[in-house]
């Protein structure tokens, strides 16, 4: 069964980078649209970046822009997530999804749009 697996997560000072990995088990996933999204406790999951397929198309989370840099490496069937200029609010479980071609250009932001899942790790930013 196809699988996503996340990676890179840690406890880092504020102002401080931490990198994210995703990997995915098949080459399948090449052809999806990859995101991270994260979820703090007590709070509701929420989008963070997607990349599209070829990598050419991004869309960042209003809080994140500017500091976070999503790419992938279809050769390596794996995504990064580049957190820089990480603040306390940033604390959450990160995880990674895939979702499926799709007719249209926009690319997904809710969770509900994802058909895969992978486990989170937890990055903790310390003020």
């Known amino acids: 069964q196809a699988q996503l697996v996340a990676s890179g997560g840690g406890l880092i000072q504020a102002g401080g980078s931490l990198r994210l990995s995703c990997a995915a088990s098949?080459?399948?996933?090449?052809?999806?649209?990859l995101g991270w999204f994260r979820q703090a406790p007590g709070k509701e999951r929420e989008f963070v970046a997607v990349i599209n397929w070829s990598g050419g198309g991004t869309t960042y989370a209003d809080s994140v822009k500017g500091r976070f840099t999503i790419s992938r490496d279809n050769a390596k069937n794996t995504m990064y997530l580049q957190m820089n200029s990480l603040k306390p609010e940033d604390t959450a479980v990160y995880s990674c999804a895939a979702a499926r071609p799709r007719p249209g250009t926009v690319l997904p932001t809710t969770y509900y749009e994802y058909d895969y899942w992978g486990q989170g790790t937890q990055v903790t930013v310390s003020s």
């Open positions: 098949e080459r399948t996933f090449s052809r999806y649209a």
